[in-house]
């Protein structure tokens, strides 16, 4: 059983604007409220992980501007370790313009700043992976993610691969398609979205770029998918295990994703529960996420398991 999990990976502040509903091209919108919020794929998994009663530790690069501050701030209120956080001098820390509309839509819009893809692999230690169980990265950047996933596949530490990005979204960044497929090749468990698995096989049935992408990279622990309003699906060499939504309304999507790996990994990694299990536990977790404002969930797993017992009740 896993307790301590290091993520490598997007550490970001939100501007968060709340809309009636996201306006189409030439459209108008008006703004309900406006938020600054600690944000980032890698650190709301993380965070989710550390409510739930984990350790978590965070790499990354951020500025010493006032959104680096903030994010540091706030992640360590969230009660993640940020000791591995490196803060460059009059860096820009990455940070994003989400439009999130009341039915529970959003859009994102990305400033990568002059931080976050400028980690290097020389400037990672062996001592990082002291007293880890679990490596998680979602390859911002590439090649730090690359270096720390060999090490632990030598160390036999599970390494958690999401492409929370498409590929093509991924190159525009730097990182290259033969850096996405090493790091397939490197991890034990792979998780993304239908469009992510589309831009990796050119299939638009999920199950089927799934099963295809599996056939190329066997990975140990296999692959999952996580389909918005269909839920998710985890295949591996036993077959398919669905999970289904939770029947709720939603208030801000941002982040359910991210909660939802949260949940996994305790559940299924820390838990020792069933696939079925973890996959049901992790979509309490992203519905309870998206009642909720902002990009980071607030619950504890007894919530969850509250939730989970009123919503089958």
């Known amino acids: 059983m896993i307790k301590t999990v290091l993520g490598l990976g997007t550490a970001t502040m939100d501007v968060v604007l709340q809309c009636d509903s996201l306006p189409t091209a030439d459209e108008f919108a008006l703004i309900g409220s406006e938020q600054l919020l600690s944000g980032?794929?890698?650190?709301n998994m993380l965070v989710t992980l550390a409510r739930l009663?984990?350790?978590?530790?965070?790499?990354?690069?951020?500025?010493?501007?006032?959104?680096?501050?903030?994010?540091?701030?706030d992640l360590i209120q969230d009660g993640v370790d940020d000791s591995l956080l490196i803060t460059v001098p009059d860096g820009q820390t990455m940070h994003t313009y989400i439009f999130a509309a009341a039915n529970g839509e959003h859009t994102i819009l990305a400033n990568m700043g002059d931080c976050i893809m400028n980690l290097r692999a020389?400037?990672?230690t062996p001592?990082?992976?002291?007293?880890?169980?679990?490596?998680?990265?979602?390859?911002?950047?590439?090649?730090?993610?690359i270096a720390l996933a060999r090490v632990c596949r030598e160390s036999s530490i599970p390494v958690i691969f999401c492409l929370q990005c498409p590929p093509e979204f991924m190159n525009k960044?730097?990182?290259?398609?033969e850096e996405i497929q090493e790091m397939l090749s490197l991890a034990d468990l792979f998780i993304a979205g239908r469009s992510s698995y589309y831009?990796?096989?050119?299939?638009?049935?999920?199950?089927?770029?799934?099963?295809?992408?599996?056939?190329?990279?066997?990975?140990?622990l296999g692959m999952i998918c996580t389909a918005g309003d269909d839920g998710a699906v985890w295949l591996d060499r036993a077959g398919l295990t669905y999970t289904k939504p939770y029947d709720i309304v939603p208030v801000d999507t941002?982040?359910?994703?991210?909660?939802?790996?949260?949940?996994?990994?305790?559940?299924?990694?820390?838990?020792?529960q069933t696939k079925q299990k973890a996959m049901d536990f992790a979509s309490a977790t992203a519905a309870i996420k998206c009642t909720q404002l902002g990009p980071r969930i607030r619950a504890d797993a007894n919530m969850i398991h509250d939730f989970m017992t009123g919503s089958s009740s």
């Open 40 to 43: 980032g794929s890698c650190a």
């Open 53 to 73: 009663g984990l350790n978590a530790r965070q790499i990354a690069k951020i500025g010493d501007d006032r959104l680096g501050r903030a994010f540091r701030q």
């Open 122 to 124: 020389e400037e990672l």
């Open 127 to 145: 001592e990082m992976l002291e007293g880890v169980d679990l490596f998680y990265t979602d390859m911002f950047p590439s090649q730090p993610a």
């Open 173 to 177: 960044i730097g990182v290259s398609n």
């Open 199 to 220: 831009g990796l096989t050119s299939i638009m049935d999920y199950e089927e770029a799934m099963t295809t992408l599996y056939q190329k990279y066997p990975s140990e």
């Open 254 to 272: 941002t982040g359910a994703g991210d909660s939802f790996l949260g949940g996994l990994i305790y559940s299924y990694f820390a838990g020792g």
